[in-house]
């Protein structure tokens, strides 16, 4: 089981990114994909979850409205778009997967909760 983020860099406040989790070793459909980040010093913290069995997303309170999560079966990959990126946006990103269908029901956004983790991908948003 692999996990491979992409798509990070440095970018202006205000602007955007994609963010990929290529998968490999298993596949989506029986497992939920979980988005992560981490910043210096500070706990990690989960942002949005996509099921397995039939791709619901949720949501932190904190970026609802700016990220959009999204898979692609067909290529084994989950996105996270990032609109409207702020400083605080900056951290590591980290995609981690588990082997259950749903987010709902399950403790999506605490890292406890999932077996496989990325390596983590930068994003430095400048003001």
């Known amino acids: 089981v692999q996990l491979v983020e992409s798509g990070g860099g440095l970018v202006q406040a205000g602007g955007s990114l994609r963010l990929s989790c290529a998968a490999s070793?298993?596949?989506?459909?029986?497992?939920?994909i979980g988005w992560f980040r981490q910043a210096p010093g500070k706990p990690r913290e989960g942002l949005s979850c996509?099921?397995?069995?039939?791709?619901?997303?949720y949501y932190a309170d904190s970026v609802k409205g700016r990220f959009t999560i999204s898979k692609d079966n067909a290529k084994n990959t989950v996105f996270l778009q990032i609109e409207g990126l702020k400083p605080e946006d900056t951290a590591v990103y980290y995609c981690?997967?588990?082997?259950?269908?749903?987010?709902?029901?399950?403790?999506?956004?605490?890292?406890?909760?999932?077996?496989?983790w990325g390596q983590g991908t930068q994003v430095t948003v400048s003001s």
């Open positions: 981690a997967a588990e082997r259950t269908y749903y987010c709902s029901g399950y403790g999506w956004w605490a890292p406890s909760e999932y077996h496989y």
């Open positions: 070793g298993f596949t989506l459909d029986v497992h939920v």
């Open positions: 996509i099921s397995g069995n039939d791709g619901s997303s």
